[in-house]
């Protein structure tokens, strides 16, 4: 199953909500680890094994061996402009204590560096790491994230302790 589609993803996303199950309870039926299972909801398909898909998709009677409609096709290519703008979506983790957001000390105050790849590999709406809901601007002024711990326009921390 190399190349699964990420709609495939969400698919099976989608059906485990309308089923009214947690993350938590289909990773611990289906063998995998909740983040694993959270990474391959927001479209990350090597995020779990073909065993572990497969029994997710008969869990939910998804048939992996339909391809997705055109309209549902993802376009791979990206030229320079478009990866900006993609980076511009891509978010970060607000949770302090998140494995995503690396601390250090400055003049005896502790700060936070977000690793937005870390958090957010394919540009989702939960973290990867903690499952917090990733934020794309600035919490004070609404600026679109850029990597660094600071906003660049009011200069503001993006992870406040």
Do not use: W
């Not at 073909?50 to 409609?69: H, Q, W």
């Not at 977000?114 to 709406?125: Q, T």
Request: net charge positive.
């Amino acid at each position: 199953m190399t190349n699964l589609n990420p709609e495939i993803c969400r698919q099976l996303k989608k059906a485990r909500r309308e089923a009214k199950l947690s993350q938590i309870d289909v990773a611990r039926e289906i063998g995998c680890k909740q983040s694993a299972l959270s990474m391959f909801e927001q479209g990350d398909g090597t995020k779990l094994n073909d065993t572990v898909i497969s029994k997710l998709a008969e869990k939910f009677g998804i048939d992996l061996s339909k391809k997705p409609r055109p309209k549902d096709a993802v376009d791979h290519t990206c030229d320079s402009s478009s990866m900006e703008v993609l980076q511009k979506g891509i978010g970060f983790c607000p949770n302090p204590r998140c494995p995503s957001n690396r601390a250090y000390n400055v003049e005896g105050k502790t700060l936070y560096l977000p690793d937005r790849a870390l958090a957010d590999p394919v540009g989702g709406k939960f973290c990867a790491m903690c499952g917090e809901v990733l934020m794309k601007k600035c919490p004070n002024c609404g600026a679109h994230v850029h990597d660094g711990g600071f906003c660049s326009i009011c200069g503001d921390p993006y992870v406040a302790v």
